[in-house]
């Protein structure tokens, strides 16, 4: 196997876990992924390193989500929905690895005025937070759309 794919075969292995909610060990990763943890080694230094890139990832696929949307309302709602299909991975992504800088970064491509940007992602980031805490509750149905046309 490539040094390429087995870093792809270790990091869709922490991402599994991740999704789980199971914990992201060495073993873990290994017994998921089917590797030895000498091979795990080769590619990254601990398991800190392992769940930013699997953040990394996660935030390639948020991206492509939000910047596949047509405008602005449909960006956001692609935003939320990525928190409500990925909670746990989502949680990780701005919190083990604080990816705000990031996310910021991809709403000034959305919107381009940096200050509205950063109001958007931030009314964003509060609702989706909280539908990737609480995913069973409806109000986010009706509030989600509300939120996002007053953010725009």
């Known amino acids: 196997m490539s040094r390429q794919g087995c870093r792809r ?11 789980r909610d199971d914990a992201v060990t060495l073993r873990a ?6 590797v030895p943890t000498s091979a795990i080694y080769q590619q990254f ?19 492509a989500a939000v ?12 935003y939320l929905d990525f928190a409500v299909l990925h ?20 709403f000034t491509r959305v919107v381009a005025d940096p200050d509205r940007a950063l109001t958007f992602w931030l009314g964003l980031h509060g609702l989706a937070d909280q539908r990737a805490s609480i ?6 149905l009706v509030i989600a759309p509300r939120l996002i046309s007053s953010l725009i």
């Open 67 to 78: 910047l596949a949307a047509p405008d602005a309302y449909a960006a956001g709602l692609a």
């Open 135 to 140: 995913r069973r509750s409806p109000q986010f």
């Open 29 to 34: 990763v290994s017994r998921e992924a089917d």
């Open 9 to 19: 075969l270790i990091v869709a292995a922490a991402t599994a876990l991740v999704d």
């Open 87 to 106: 909670p746990r991975r989502y949680r990780v992504m701005f919190g083990a690895a604080d990816l705000s800088d990031q996310a910021l970064r991809l």
């Open 45 to 63: 230094p601990d398991v800190p390193a392992i769940l930013l890139a699997t953040c990394h990832e996660a935030f390639r696929e948020l991206e």
